[in-house]
């Protein structure tokens, strides 16, 4: 079987596509290799190198990466996981399958440190759900 090259696309590369980078890479090892970038990169969030620890899962030597890098590169599918990644993202994937499975930025709720743990827990288990998920149908 072949193994799967995934690519997520989200704004800064700093939360929602490094989950899902590190959950498809341990939940689907040797089945799907999964890559992020972000449109305008920045740093991997504290937060999301945390609660990805509280499921087993050490994204400390992820790094923020830019869609250039991957330019010259092959994916089977390129997913934004939100909505300004969805509208500005690039057509340099050719043949790629693109789709949008968008949630919500975790990093942009306001509160406690409490309120935002929760909202990181709360996305990096519906990304679970849903592209883990997704993708396990694929392989099928």
């Known amino acids: 079987m072949d193994l799967k090259k995934i690519l997520f696309i989200c704004t800064k590369n700093s939360a929602r596509s490094q989950m899902a980078e590190g959950l498809v890479n341990h939940d689907l090892a040797g089945k ?3 890559f992020s970038a972000g449109i305008e990169p920045s740093s991997v ?3 999301a190198v945390a609660v990805m620890k ?3 899962i050490d994204i400390t ?3 923020s990466k830019s869609m250039d890098e991957f330019a010259n590169e092959k994916f089977d599918y390129v997913i934004t996981l939100c909505d300004q ?3 500005t993202c690039p057509l340099f994937f050719g043949g790629t399958k ?3 499975m968008g949630f919500s930025n975790p990093a942009a709720v306001p509160g406690s440190g409490a309120e935002k743990l929760f909202a990181f827990r709360k996305v990096r288990d519906q990304i679970r759900e ?3 998920g997704f993708l396990s149908e694929k392989q099928g």
């Open 98 to 100: 693109r789709l949008h």
């Open 130 to 132: 849903k592209i883990v």
């Open 54 to 56: 509280e499921v087993g």
């Open 61 to 63: 030597h992820h790094r």
């Open 32 to 34: 799907v290799e999964a």
């Open 85 to 87: 990644a969805a509208e």
């Open 45 to 47: 969030h504290p937060l």
